[in-house]
T-cell receptor
Framework: LAKTTQPISMDSYEGQEVNITCSHN???????ITWYQQFPSQGPRFIIQGYKTKVTNEVASLFIPADRKSSTLSLPRVSLSDTAVYYC?????????????FGAGTRLFVKA | GAVVSQHPSRVICKSGTSVKIECRSL??????MFWYRQFPKQSLMLMATSNEGSKATYEQGVEKDKFLINHASLTLSTLTVTSAHPEDSSFYIC??????????????FGPGTRLTVL
């Protein structure tokens, strides 16, 4: 499974756009990139998933360059409630039941 | 999205007792579920993959006789922490995929179970 590297923590202010970049140099051809959000004492929550280029949903955008060795989660206009840990995961959903290995994650602190 | 529940949400037990945690997929069938453990301020650590109708697959370093996993139906997996000790105190989280759902690659996580062993 591809190893991922993310910043340990980030600070932001309400209303700003936050971009969290994840490195996954050893990503395999069949691997997808998935981001999860976790609040304290809760299970992780799916944010977005992509394979290449750009994916956008109602809460975030995911930018993936052509070489797929990194990805950037973009959160538009964050609020205090976006303070959480964000995990970038890489894996093949078609094999091994998409066994998900979590890295250290990025702790995002949103300030007023 | 699909819903995964866990029961209980928190449990306190005495050292040496066994504790069972249930993980249910409420609106879909899950042939595979995953069990994680998370210590404070740390990331989730995958413990084992639970397979319906067959033996669980444990990650390296996880004692299969200590953490018993049973996946007897397509909607229920259980994790039993046997002879629990204070060092087993942790946040246990399960997850499942919904291969037939709209987001077939999405993994759905339960709310977690806080285990405290006195």
């Amino acid at each position: 499974l591809a190893k991922t590297t993310q910043p340990i923590s980030m600070d932001s202010y309400e209303g700003q756009e936050v971009n969290i970049t994840c490195s996954h140099n050893n990503i395999a051809t069949n691997d997808y990139i998935t981001w999860y959000q976790q609040f304290p004492s809760q299970g992780p929550r799916f944010i977005i998933q992509g394979y290449k280029t750009k994916v956008t949903n109602e809460v975030a955008s995911l930018f993936i360059p052509a070489d797929r060795k990194s990805s950037t989660l973009s959160l538009p206009r964050v609020s205090l409630s976006d303070t959480a840990v964000y995990y970038c995961l890489v894996g093949d959903p078609y094999t091994g039941g998409f066994k998900t290995i979590f890295g250290a994650g990025t702790r995002l602190f949103v300030k007023a | 999205g699909a819903v995964v529940s866990q029961h209980p949400s928190r449990v306190i037990c005495k050292s040496g007792t066994s504790v069972k945690i249930e993980c249910r997929s409420l609106d879909f069938q899950a042939t595979t579920m995953f069990w994680y453990r998370q210590f404070p301020k740390q990331s989730l650590m995958l413990m084992a993959t639970s397979n319906e109708g067959s033996k669980a697959t444990y990650e390296q370093g996880v004692e299969k006789d200590k953490f018993l996993i049973n996946h007897a139906s397509l909607t229920l997996s259980t994790l039993t922490v046997t002879s629990a000790h204070p060092e087993d105190s942790s946040f246990y989280i399960c997850s499942a995929r919904n291969p037939g759902g709209k987001s077939e690659h999405e993994q759905f996580f339960g709310p977690g179970t806080r285990l405290t062993v006195l």
